[in-house]
């Protein structure tokens, strides 16, 4: 897979997000964390529900079914997952994206 993101980017600690093949850089704050994640597996998550999440496709395509309703996202689109409120997601090999958690413990470092 070609790398999406840039040397200061993958200077960034590694996030443990605990799916294969997914890598997965963090910028922590007080208050949220910012992933910049990069998929070389197609990945299916089931249905689930955490803070808010907002997420920008760099590369690549993801199918997301937010409250019940299904959309593909393919590059330069993003997406909004309110808080609390249940999705799941099909996310191709290749996918790139930079996504914001509105927790800061989403994710701990690997």
Do not use: C, W
Not at 88 to 105: H, L, M, Q, R, V
């Amino acid at each position: 897979m070609k790398r999406v993101f840039p040397e200061p980017i993958r200077k960034l600690p590694e996030a443990a997000v605990p799916l294969a093949g997914v890598t997965a850089y963090l910028s922590q704050s007080d208050t949220h964390q910012i992933l910049f994640m990069e998929f070389e597996k197609d990945v299916e998550l089931p249905e689930h529900s955490h803070a808010a999440q907002i997420g920008i496709v760099l590369e690549g395509k993801i199918e997301l079914v937010i409250d019940g309703k299904e959309k593909g996202y393919a590059k330069g689109e993003r997406y909004y997952i309110p808080e609390g409120v249940k999705h799941s997601a099909k996310i191709f090999a290749g996918y790139a994206d930079i996504t914001f958690f509105d927790e800061p413990n989403r994710y701990s470092l690997k």
